[in-house]
């Protein structure tokens, strides 16, 4: 587990499900052993299948949404067009993730963004009975929670938009 002091361990996306009243489990990983979101399922001795990726792009309109897919897959961008109803859809630049979110890349979290994103969750996310697993908001920590906490805590669609 993690050396950090209680306060400073809380994360924006940590303190909108506590402030929610909505329980999750957070996990911890060592940053500089898993680079990868299967590195990081592997080394949480989780299934890729239940750890979510955070993706932020941007539509021809202009505006940004939020695309959460299983780590082993990767985003369909023509799948995604279509579930935003965009005529296309790009990833954002990395270098523009902090100001856009408040988060950097490795840690974007769907929760506790600097501004609410539309959100979709690949369809994925219901074939499991058990909780799914996302960035905490932070490189090196994770949060475990359900589809529908998840679904209360931000307004999260669900999407066949994975290939």
Known sequence: MSARKEKS????AMRLLDKLGI??????YDAAQALSGVEVAAFLGQDPDRVFKTLVTVGKSGEHYVFMVPVAMELDLKKAAA?????SIVMVKSR???SLTGYVHGGCSPLGMKKAFVTFIDEAAMLSD???ICSGGRIGDQIELSLE??????????ADIAC
């Open 149 to 158: 906490d998840l679904m209360r805590a931000c307004d999260v669609s669900i």
């Open 83 to 87: 579930a935003a109803h965009e005529k």
């Open 96 to 98: 523009e993730l902090l």
């Open 130 to 132: 058990d909780a799914i």
């Open 23 to 28: 329980d999750y489990r957070h996990h911890v």
């Open 9 to 12: 361990e809380k994360t924006n």
